[in-house]
């Protein structure tokens, strides 16, 4: 199983921006939703958006309003468009169709001024 490729991550100020990225193999792309996990320094992973191959997206509380999932179901790319971030965003960022999959290296986002 080929694991997922993020990227976009870095070192941002609160309140700023970022757009991660997230290329995917294409045979689980085209029959599974894609979800953004993020897992912060002694903390477990967890679930922040997740999109369907429909493109209905889904977000939990802490991040709704500031980040945007999509995907590119020609490119098997997923984004994640983050506004307005806080320090408590800081995490390494992980994309996957399911926890049970291979997981990639991440793409650590860190807010801090």
């Known amino acids: 199983q080929v694991p997922p490729v993020e990227s976009g991550g870095g070192l941002v100020q609160p309140g700023g921006s970022l757009r991660l990225s997230c290329a995917a193999s294409g045979s689980i792309f085209r029959l599974y939703s894609m979800g953004w996990f993020r897992q912060a320094a002694g903390k477990q992973r967890e679930l922040v958006a997740s999109?369907?191959?429909?493109?209905?997206?889904y977000y939990v509380d802490a991040v709704k309003g500031r980040f945007t999932i999509s995907r590119d179901n020609a490119k098997n790319t997923v984004y994640l468009q983050m506004k307005s971030l806080k320090p408590e965003d800081t995490a390494v960022y992980y994309c996957?169709?399911?926890?049970?999959?291979?997981w990639g290296q991440g793409t650590q986002v860190t807010v801090s001024s």
């Open positions: 999109i369907t191959i429909g493109g209905s997206p």
């Open positions: 996957n169709a399911s926890p049970h999959f291979t």
